[in-house]
């Protein structure tokens, strides 16, 4: 077994089959933890707690999703999963979160298309809080514009939400590369969807575009924030490519070798 420097999160709970739609099924983090398991080191989760919740979500909200136990015992692991996740980013490590449910649909009062509670939203309003950063860049790579987390950051200067929508793949690395120009953040969290890829719903990224991805957060980390990233599994359906597509993701953002 190889380790590099990137840490992935994980938990079994990820594997029930709660109630959601079809195609948000257990098997999807299956096939991304059996190709990532022999790069990286896997660490597992707490989860959050209620108070953790209720700085991005109303407590109607958190209710509702407590009337189905096995979705909220597991989206709670989700939203600690993503704590994990930045808490290993602010030591300097990077990190990948494979959970679910997603989360970048969840508003601060609503939710939708298969996500409960916003997972990157709570690991960020986290360490806001908590005053340990001040600056954030959180970078959307799904399919699916993700309005749960533009709806709780909107107006917020401390927090840029960039929701990369193209449908032409050089337009959308260099609107990566723009969004990570912008500005000089404190840590740059990224909303992990493959369902963009040509395998899968959007039909326009490649498996080595997830490389290129990865490998420039790292790179900006790096340089201006002491290393501060991590990644947080959103959309990505079909599991024949999305083992391939996360492993290159952390690929880059662990700092392998292209060729590897």
Request: hydrophobic share 40%.
């Amino acid at each position: 077994m190889t380790t590099h420097k990137l840490k992935v999160v994980y938990h079994e709970q990820f594997l029930t089959d709660y109630p959601t739609a079809s195609c948000e099924t257990p098997e999807r983090v299956a096939s991304i933890v059996a190709a990532l398991k022999d790069h990286f080191e896997i660490v597992e989760p707490m989860p959050a707690e209620e108070k953790d919740i209720l700085r991005v979500h109303t407590k109607s909200l958190l209710e509702s999703v407590q009337d189905t136990p096995s979705i909220y015992t597991t989206a709670l692991v989700a939203a600690g999963g993503s704590i994990m996740a930045s808490e290993i980013a602010m030591k300097g490590t990077p990190c990948f979160a494979a959970v679910r449910p997603p989360g970048h649909h969840a508003s601060p009062s609503s939710h939708w298309g298969f996500c409960f509670f916003n997972n990157v939203a709570v690991a960020i309003e986290r360490l806001v809080c908590a005053k340990q950063i001040s600056s954030v860049l959180i970078l959307d790579i799904d399919l699916h514009f993700g309005d749960g987390t533009e709806n709780f950051f909107t107006q917020r200067p401390d927090v840029v939400v960039v929701n990369i929508q193209d449908s032409d793949r050089e337009s959308f690395l260099t609107n990566v590369d723009r969004a990570l120009a912008s500005h000089e953040y404190d840590i740059v969290a990224v909303s992990a969807g493959f369902d963009g890829h040509r395998q899968d719903w959007g039909g326009t990224i490649t498996t080595k575009d997830y490389y290129t991805i990865g490998a420039n957060v790292k790179s900006y980390s790096d340089a201006k924030c002491s290393g501060r990233c991590f990644a947080v599994l959103e959309g990505g359906y079909n599991t024949d490519v999305l083992g391939e597509n996360a492993l290159s993701l952390c690929k880059g953002l662990s700092g392998f070798a292209s060729s590897q």
